[in-house]
């Protein structure tokens, strides 16, 4: 009888497509915040925290992952850094969503442009990685896209600070502390949850803010926050742990150049040239970052 042959992965393969399928998912998750902008962005904030430790806390039930969540519990340092790491996703949560829902989509795709050139410069700085010729051409390329979209916003808006800022400083902790991906998510959202359910029962009081009054669909969106929410992030961690801080920054313009998609053709937001040529010079420094093994054998 033949057997079909294994396949075998690299560590950075894997890497590569834990990458790929977080900002995938993050690039289309606007579409979702985007349905439920009737319901007030911190109870939004406050079911994903809630609905991402019932997701994360039965994945790891399945997966007979609780002793992994006690040891990391009685560390002490790795629970000061997840503190931290909290405080910093929860911000970048709350942030994202007040931008999707009040028209700053353009705002939260430059914040996120902006975010790999952190990363790479984090990775360097902390991490003491280094880019090769051709990788700090496809920085200097991105770089010129960002300041090109600076221009022409006359500005860089608060958003496009605070998104950058809170997610690279995320990763390379999360890239620090050294776990899983899905006990690093379940302790982060359990430590805030106390917080969002006080929040959602006794000071919310919007009319979605009692579950028992919303329709059966409504509950169910809500509840879908949790999977928004965990999935992207659960291959995020997978991915940081697999690639280095700079290969994984380059990879973070998939979600905001589908971002920028979605606010020129779906939602209507004006495609300038100045918008053109920033997505040009962006996506011509992750052809380079991604086929720089290819060029450099050109080049010999």
């Given at each position: ?14 890497g ?24 007030p ?8 925290v809630?609905w991402?430790?019932?997701v994360t806390?039965?994945?790891?039930t ?25 405080l910093?996703i929860s911000?970048?949560?709350m942030v994202?969503?007040w ?20 990363s ?13 010729r051709?990788?700090?051409i496809?920085?200097?390329f ?9 221009f022409?916003l006359?500005?860089l808006?608060w958003?496009?600070l ?8 995320y ?6 502390v050294?776990i899983?991906?899905l ?8 430590i805030?949850a ?6 959602l029962?006794?000071?919310a009081?919007?009319?979605y803010s ?18 928004v ?9 997978q991915?940081t742990?697999?690639?280095s ?11 905001p150049?589908?971002?920028f ?7 209507g937001e ?9 997505f040009?010079f ?5 052809v ?7 060029i450099?054998?050109k080049l010999?």
């Open positions: 009888m033949n057997s079909f042959p294994k396949l075998s992965f690299s560590e950075a393969s894997i590569i497509f834990y990458a790929l399928g977080a900002y995938l998912m993050w690039g289309f998750a606007p579409i979702y915040f985007k349905y439920l902008g009737f319901v962005v911190d109870e939004i904030l406050a079911h994903r809630i991402s430790v019932v806390g039965l994945l790891i399945v997966l007979g992952g609780w002793s992994d969540v006690k040891e990391v519990c009685l560390s002490a340092k790795k629970l000061l850094l997840l503190l931290v790491t909290t910093l911000s970048n949560w994202f969503i931008a999707v829902n009040n028209d700053r989509m353009l705002e939260a795709s430059l914040g996120y442009y902006i975010n790999p050139l952190i790479v410069l984090l990775g360097m700085i902390f991490l003491k990685e280094s880019l090769s051709i990788r700090w496809a920085v200097g991105a770089f010129i896209g960002v300041l090109i979209q600076v022409s006359g500005a808006p958003v496009s605070v998104l950058p800022l809170t997610f690279a400083f990763g390379l902790l999360r890239k620090k050294k899983e991906a006990t690093g998510l379940f302790i982060e959202t359990l805030v106390p917080i969002a359910l006080y929040y029962v006794l000071i009081d919007s009319e009692n579950m028992l009054d919303n329709s059966m669909s409504l509950n169910l969106w809500l509840m879908f926050a949790g999977i929410t965990a999935s992207p992030l659960i291959f995020f961690g991915a742990l697999r690639l801080l700079s290969t994984l920054g380059f990879f973070q313009y998939l979600a150049s589908i971002l998609v979605f606010a020129v053709l779906v939602y004006e495609l300038t040239f100045e918008k053109a040529v920033t040009l962006i996506w011509s420094g992750i380079l970052f991604v086929f720089e093994k290819q450099r054998q010999k």
